[in-house]
């Protein structure tokens, strides 16, 4: 089945610093992937749609220039968490596929920052 | 916005019990997709349902899609420790998108 490889899967960040987020499509091409925060015991929130060779779509409330998502090939998404700051520690999760046969999900990103 | 709310919010069960949750959505749903997340894991797709009132099992899960295409349901028998995670429903906001929204999901423990 259809593999979606994350990295790293828990990273600690200093405040102020950016962390990057990788997320790859293994076994198949994504011209699209979605990325997910999710809060402790909370559900996943969309925070964008990203498409290969062309700019992120984000959702009403996420601020573009804060997360910084690059898909420069049809396999590899990336997620920049620019300047971080402690609110930003959160569960990240990527996701591909396609509706009629479902989505895979990367293994998550732990990010902390302090 | 396309509002997915899940009850109840937590169950717990003891080990053969069965167990239900059921997802609503705001909006009309061209299909809806269930996830079962486990604890410190990520969301691994189990089901898709596209037509009204569809029903569809796997082993001890039935899945169901209500008539209006706005609710649907999973319902586990004889639950093992092995269904503990949390179930979350999720559909497209409109017809023209791939993108899912998820509902607030169901946590179920279960006890041994």
């Known amino acids: 089945g259809a593999v979606v490889s994350q990295h790293p899967s828990w990273v600690i960040c200093k405040s102020g610093t950016s962390v990057k987020i990788e997320c790859r499509s293994l076994?198949?091409?994504?011209?699209?992937m979605f990325w997910y925060r999710q809060f402790p015991k909370q559900s996943l929130m969309l925070m964008a749609t990203s498409n290969e060779g062309s700019k992120a779509t984000y959702e009403q409330g996420v601020e573009k220039d804060k997360f910084l998502i690059n898909h420069a090939s049809l396999t590899l998404s990336t997620l920049t968490v620019t300047s971080a700051h402690p609110e930003d520690s959160s569960f990240y999760i990527c996701?591909?596929?396609?509706?009629?046969?479902?989505?895979?999900f990367g293994s998550g990103t732990r990010l902390t920052v302090v | 916005g396309q509002q997915v709310m899940q009850i109840p919010q937590y169950q717990h069960v003891q080990e053969g019990e069965d167990f239900t949750t059921y997802c609503n959505s705001s909006t009309t749903l061209s299909n809806i997709q269930w996830y079962k997340q486990r604890p410190g894991g990520h969301p691994v797709f189990l089901i898709q349902l596209v037509k009204s009132g569809e029903v569809k099992k796997q082993k001890r899960l039935t899945f169901q899609f209500g008539e209006a295409k706005k609710n649907s349901s999973l319902h586990i028998t004889a639950t093992q420790t092995t269904d503990v995670g949390t179930y979350f429903c999720?559909?497209?906001?409109?017809?023209?998108?791939?993108?899912?929204?998820f509902g607030t999901g169901t946590r179920l423990q279960v006890f041994p």
């Open positions: 996701s591909a596929g396609h509706w009629s046969y479902g989505y895979t």
């Open positions: 999720a559909g497209p906001p409109n017809y023209n998108t791939d993108k899912l929204i």
């Open positions: 076994d198949f091409q994504a011209t699209t």
